[in-house]
Every structure is written in C-alpha cells, then in structure tokens.
C-alpha cells in the first residue's frame, strides 16, 4: 500500500492521473523563490522557456542573466555572482551542463565553495525525439563524484518545486536533475521532502517486505506501479524514493536491505556511476546483500518515444519487475 | 590616482623586493612557474600599493574592489604581493607547494580564504569577474568600485574567455577592468607560433571592449591607463599589458623555457645577486 503518512496522490493509480514535466515543477519553485528572496538570480543559456526559468525570467527581468549558448561562461559568471553575496540557478540541458561544463563546475563552484545550483533538464532516454545527444545519461556520475556538491534528482514536478524552495536555504552547490516529459503527479503539496532523506512510499499492508525497490527521478510511477502488481503476485516489496542522491541516506539505505536482503534500483541513467552505484557503495560497506540495477546499460541513446524508449533500454515495468524476481531468488 | 616621484621610487622597490621573494619561493618549492611572477610583479605592486581599494587588516571588507587572478599558475606574485602588503607573514612564503600550506600550487580559496577565487585551469577568471560586475550593478552598486581580473595571453586560445567577453560587452560592463599580461609566450612556445593572438587589439575592440595597451613595467604609464579606465562610462575595459616574461633576471627574460619551470638553487643565487644589484 502506499504509505499513508506521506499523504501521496491519492489518485496516483489511476489511469487518468495528472501528468506534469518535472521542469515544470523546478519553474514554479525557481518564481517562488525569487519571490521569497531578493538574493536569488537565474541565469540561462539560451533555454529559458525549455527549463521553465521563463516564469522567473519575464517577472524578475534584471536578476535574470542571459548568456547566449556559452555554458561554460553560464556556471562561472554563476560562480562570481555567488561570491558577490547572489544565490545563483544557472540552468540549460543537462547534457551541456554539466555535460559540457564540468570542470568550470567542478574548478570554479565546488572547489571555489561558491554556492550555485546547477539544473540540468532533460536528463534520461524519455527526453524522446531529439535522439542521444540530448539524452543526459551519465550527468548523476558526473556531478555526484564530485566534492561539496549535492546531487538531488525528484520524482515528480512538486517534489521539484520543493527540491528547488530549499536548494535556496541548502548551504551547498547542488545539482538539480529534471526530466522533459510529462510525468505523473506522484506526491501532494503536504508530502515531506528533506535534503538528505529518503522516503519508504510503499510498503507491504503487514509484515516484512521481501525485495526493496531504490528508485530517483522520472521512474518512480513504474515502480509502483511494479510494486502494486507484484503484491498481487505475493512478493511484498517497499518502494524508496532516493531523490537525495548525495547526501544519501545511509541509515535509510541499510535498514531497507536489513529488512528485504535484496534490493533493485531504478533511475533513468547509466548503470555505471549512477544512483544504484551509490546504494551498491553504501551496501556493499555496511550490509551487501544482492542487488539488481535498472538503468541504461553502457548504451547511448536515440530517437523515438519517452515509452518505446524506456521499455528498449529496460526499464520499463515488466523489467523492474523481472528484476525484483531475480533479486528475490538471489537471497541467500 | 595622483603618483608622485617618490611614490614611483617606492613602488620600484617594493616591486624588487617581490621579485626577490619569488625567486627565494622558487627555489625551495623546487617546482613552479617562474617567468610569469617575476613579468607580472610590476603590475601586481601597482595594483596592491597604488590602486586597489583594499584593507590587509579586514580582508573581508564588503566594500574592497575584487581583484580576480585567472591565471592561477602565477600565484608566487600574488602570494608574495599580498605577504609584502600584510596580509600573511613574509616567512610564510617559503612554505609554497608544501603538504599543509596555505600557499597552494595553484590557489585554493579554502587554504587560503583572504583570496576572491580558485584558479589554475585556464579561462575561467573573467567570467567570474563578469559574474561580479553584474551582481554590482543589479545592486546598484557598480559605480562604488571596480572589479579587475588578471589574466594571461595563453588563456586567450581558451573559449570560456571569448564567451564572457561576449557577455561583457553585450552588458557593457563599464566596472570591469581587465589586465591582459601580454608576455607572447605560454608554455610550448611563443603565443604567435602557438595559437596566433594578433591582431589582438581589434579583435578585443570589436567585442565592444574599451582597450588601451601599455607597458607593464612602467608605473607612470599604468596609472594613466588605469585612470583612463575607470572614466570609461559606457564599456568594459581590456589593458593589454605588454611584459617581459621572467623580467629582473637577464637569463630568465623572454624565454618561454621559463614558463614553467623553477630556477635551482644556482641559478636562484644568481638571480637573487642580479636583483640585488639593483639600484633606484
């Protein structure tokens, strides 16, 4: 069942549930924030309408820096802002930035400790036609790997909105991971939301579940969806939503593998490198049990639909449930 | 800023004793870039002993001026400029490159926090001083002070460079004042043979930069560019500074060998004998 303290959608499984792009989310929260403080400035390069930075852009127009298609001028220019007292969002595809940025990134922001957030849209296969250039498929890897920069990556567009409210109070520079298509309306305005913590949003109606389920971003209506048909099948699950990918909640991580001793992850990503590594990395120290990882597998992208191409790289509902069965039959 | 005949004499002297500090930094790091510091030692005392609105006691001033090194390899003059003006103690600077200094390869704000950035990959600098000029100006605060950045010729061959030129001078951001040390060389060779720069002056003029190029061992000469910058209303400024890479020390004067490289311990005696030697 879907855990009632989180206070979820309650029409999340039906068929007609409200669908929203993630970006969206990040565009009312990034207005939101302009609104509550003074101090926030957007920058874009070149794609304010495609990452929603618009709304904040036509209402705050002098504390919104165009920079032309230039994201490595997009993240420094941030850097010097920040060190000048602003909290800058510079925002473009995550396939340019951080995909084309990284070191200015990593040089000028983590290193330099300024505090920028960096929202990379269009993360994942599911940004459809454009094909694999625009696919960000390693930008989790990227950002996650590097220090004093938080990674977060949320479900829905209100997580999103709320991921973008506390990046503002967040001490840190951060990445922000959204995705283009529409996507369902996983979470409500009351279900909580914390840098650093994860969240169990579904879980047997009694006893222990049998497999765990780590899901980040734009998957995780699939995976309770996944979730829900298993149970019908008896395999109890519980389903995580691990939007924090750094902080990671360590603790939350291993009392779901105590209580499963077997895990599946799932994200719109690279295997390699990705969330499910970073879970493989807290288990594997603490408490290794088997785990499955549903992701793109060492693939790039390529032209077609967010649907065709999540069931062509696996990681559609059949495969995360596939994955649950085999995980299962892996415990020792 | 008026300069006065003495003033000009102490700045020389003062720029000498930096040059000293950095071929003595040099030889005990054992590693390090030599030509630019001593090229760059002019420019660097004229900024921290003439123009910069600074206070070594409250390095966190709000209201300071920003100055933005880009070119991070050239840090023994910073951190010899900002020892001589306070700001760390002159002993200190033999710790250079050592495991624990505050005195980085290339400087790391978290060592050493009296800095305004992290540098040392090439061609970052301007955009962040771009960054600062425009947080001045959406406070309004874009006449109270200037933002200058320091960076080399080599950087120039970087991208990052020419976008937050772009931006610059779509902005026109007229609290901006660029330093460009034009030395002609980097590290493989002579700038020219490299990645041809010239014609530098045009190209920095039609990205709608205000340029004045001067030389940048000529005290007098840089505190009229640097006055005619700050009247510029309505632009960015580049300087093209021209100097003389390893200037001071006749073996190390304009060889790109000694980009990148520092003296041994007899040829930093050397040096030191011919910086001595000087007389004002």
Redesign the interface.
């Known amino acids: 069942m879907l855990n009632p303290k989180l206070k979820l959608n309650p029409k999340l499984f039906n068929s007609d549930v409200e669908q929203v792009p993630i970006r969206k989310g990040f565009g009312e929260g990034f207005l939101k924030a302009g609104e509550i403080n003074e101090n926030v400035v957007g920058l874009c390069a070149d794609l304010t309408e495609s990452t929603f930075m618009n709304l904040f852009a036509d209402k705050f127009p002098k504390r919104f820096v165009q920079v032309g298609v230039a994201e490595q001028n997009l993240v420094t220019v941030a850097s010097g802002m920040a060190a000048m007292g602003k909290i800058p969002f510079c925002s473009s595809y995550a396939m340019f930035s951080p995909g084309r940025n990284w070191e200015q990134i990593r040089t000028t922001i983590s290193y330099n400790d300024r505090k920028v957030i960096i929202v990379g849209s269009h993360g994942g296969v599911s940004v459809g036609a454009d094909g694999g250039t625009h696919q960000a498929l390693e930008d989790i890897a990227l950002m996650r790997v590097i220090p004093n920069m938080d990674v977060i990556s949320p479900c829905d567009a209100i997580e999103a909105k709320k991921a973008t409210l506390r990046l503002v109070e967040n001490t840190k520079p951060a990445y922000l991971r959204l995705v283009r298509e529409k996507t369902p309306i996983i979470t409500t305005e009351e279900t909580p939301f914390e840098i650093g913590k994860a969240e169990i949003y579904w879980m047997p109606d009694v006893g222990l579940a049998q497999v765990g389920i780590i899901i980040t971003g734009s998957l995780m209506h699939r995976s309770l969806l996944s979730a829900k048909e298993l149970e019908d099948e008896g395999i109890k699950t519980k389903v995580m939503n691990l939007s924090s990918i750094k902080p990671i909640d360590v603790n939350a991580i291993i009392a779901l593998a105590k209580e499963c001793k077997a895990i599946v992850t799932v994200e719109e990503h690279q295997i390699a490198g990705g969330m499910g590594s970073a879970v493989a990395e807290v288990l594997a120290q603490n408490f290794p049990v088997p785990i499955e990882f549903i992701g793109v597998q060492d693939k790039f992208g390529q032209s077609g639909t967010p649907d065709e191409l999540i069931e062509h790289y696996g990681m559609g509902k059949n495969s995360i449930k596939e994955a649950v069965r085999k995980a299962l039959g892996r415990k020792i | 800023m008026f300069l006065s005949e003495e003033k000009v004499i102490e700045l020389k002297k003062k720029a000498n004793d930096i040059r000293i500090s950095i071929i003595e930094m040099l030889v005990e790091a054992k590693s390090g870039h030599t030509a630019g510091p001593l090229g760059m030692a002019d420019i660097f005392t004229f900024f921290y002993f003439h123009i910069l609105k600074h206070d070594p006691k409250n390095p966190a001033w709000d209201e300071r001026d920003?100055l933005?090194l880009s070119n991070g390899h050239i840090c023994p003059v910073l951190y010899a400029t900002m020892a001589h003006a306070g700001y760390l103690p002159i002993e200190e600077l033999k710790t250079l490159r050592k495991f624990g200094t505050r005195l980085q390869g290339h400087p790391?704000?978290?060592y050493l926090p009296y800095i305004?950035?992290?540098?040392?990959?090439l061609?970052?600098g301007l955009?962040?001083?771009?960054?600062?000029?425009?947080?001045?100006r959406?406070?309004g605060k874009d006449k109270d002070r200037f933002i200058y950045c320091f960076m080399s010729d080599g950087e120039l061959d970087e991208?990052?460079t020419w976008?937050?030129i772009?931006?610059a001078g779509k902005n026109k951001l007229r609290n901006l004042i660029a330093i460009v040390d034009r030395n002609n060389i980097q590290i493989e060779g002579y700038t020219e043979d490299v990645m041809p720069l010239e014609p530098l002056h045009s190209k920095l003029k039609a990205f709608n930069f205000h340029v004045i190029e001067v030389s940048g061992h000529d005290f007098r000469s840089l505190n009229e560019v640097v006055e005619e910058a700050q009247e510029v209303s309505d632009k960015p400024t580049i300087i093209i500074a021209h100097t003389i890479p390893g200037k001071g020390v006749k073996e190390f004067e304009k060889d790109y060998k000694w980009h990148g490289k520092a003296p041994s311990k007899e040829e930093g005696e050397n040096a030191l004998k011919e910086l001595r030697l000087i007389r004002f």
């Open positions: 920003r933005v790391h704000r978290e305004e950035n992290s540098s040392g990959p061609g970052s955009s962040q001083a771009v960054g600062m000029a425009l947080s001045d959406i406070d991208g990052n976008e937050a772009m931006l």
